[in-house]
């Protein structure tokens, strides 16, 4: 069973920067493409940014130019480089394979707080 574990996240003001990370127990970023994913309270969680197996990236256009995700398949390790971050960045964040249907167990997520 695959377990995914995310961190990274803190409370930072606005225009800050924060690195998450993603670990997973198993190697699975060569057989699945990636997202990371955000809930904020009263919301539903959405995917914000992803990356194939072959390393193509997208993002929501709300994070475009600020958020960078990447991965390092050796340390099975997923990551989320977020710059100029803004208060409704504020969620908690989680990682899983980009497609619902390929969905693993969800983390704990981490809490990023951007304060104003």
Same mark, same amino acid.
Do not use: H
């Given at each position: ?5 995310? =961190?990274? +996240?803190? /409370?930072?003001?606005?225009? +800050? !920067?924060?690195? /998450?990370s993603c670990? @997973? !127990?198993?190697? %699975?970023?060569?057989?699945? *493409?990636?997202?990371? #994913? ?15 197996? %072959?390393?193509?990236?997208?993002y929501i256009? !709300?994070?475009? +130019?600020?958020? &960078? %995700?990447?991965? *390092?398949? @050796?340390?099975?390790? /997923? #990551? $989320?480089?977020?710059? =100029? $971050? ?5 969620a908690v #964040? #989680?990682?899983? &394979? @980009? !497609?619902?249907?390929?969905?693993? *167990?969800?983390?704990?997520? &981490?809490?990023?707080?951007? =304060?104003?």
């Amino acid at each position: 069973q695959v377990r995914l574990v995310e =961190s990274g +996240g803190g /409370l930072v003001q606005a225009g +800050g !920067s924060l690195r /998450l990370s993603c670990a @997973a !127990s198993t190697s %699975i970023f060569r057989l699945n *493409d990636m997202g990371w #994913y955000r809930q904020a309270p009263g919301k539903q969680r959405d995917l914000v940014a992803s990356m194939s197996t %072959i390393g193509r990236a997208n993002y929501i256009d !709300s994070v475009k +130019g600020r958020f &960078t %995700i990447s991965r *390092d398949n @050796a340390k099975n390790t /997923l #990551y $989320l480089q977020m710059n =100029s $971050l803004k208060p409704e960045d504020t969620a908690v #964040y #989680y990682c899983n &394979t @980009a !497609s619902p249907r390929s969905w693993y *167990d969800w983390g704990q997520g &981490t809490q990023v707080t951007v =304060s104003s």
